[in-house]
């Protein structure tokens, strides 16, 4: 059974290299298991609004989902924001972070964080992810019942 949805996001470029391939491999493995997945795309939050507009937008759009997936190897003002947003929404989240690096303290604690995903590669990542997503799903089908 497929959940809602899940928003995957991080900062679109990172460690020299564009993470938009990344992100969007990472978002067609989320929709085996979502029925909606949002993500780091420039054509979805590219616009012409005012920054404003954009950060109620940004609001109203990931505090609906029912996980957050996000990249925090690298410090990004955004993506911290994005899991205080979580934080007051209650969605749970997986941070993902690139082996050998430091992450936040602050995201470290976070209490609704599921899980820090710390990976090699893109290949690494998928594998990990999606049996961290398998692990969290079946987990919700047992309490459930």
Known sequence: M?????YVFGPIHLFGQDYLPVYKNLMKLCKK???KVLGTYPDFWDSKETPKKFY????????KC????????SPSHGVGME????YDHKIPIIALAKEGTEISIMIEG???LKKV???????DLEDKLEEE?????????????
């Open 66 to 73: 029912d996980l957050f997936i996000g990249e925090v190897s």
């Open 56 to 63: 109620e937008r940004t609001i109203k759009t990931i505090t």
């Open 2 to 6: 497929k959940r809602n949805s899940v």
């Open 110 to 112: 976070i209490p609704n």
């Open 83 to 86: 899991f205080q947003m979580a």
């Open 133 to 145: 997503l398998k692990r969290l799903i079946k987990k919700q089908k047992s309490s459930a019942q």
């Open 33 to 35: 298991y979502f029925k």
């Open 117 to 123: 995903i710390r990976y090699k590669n893109t290949a």
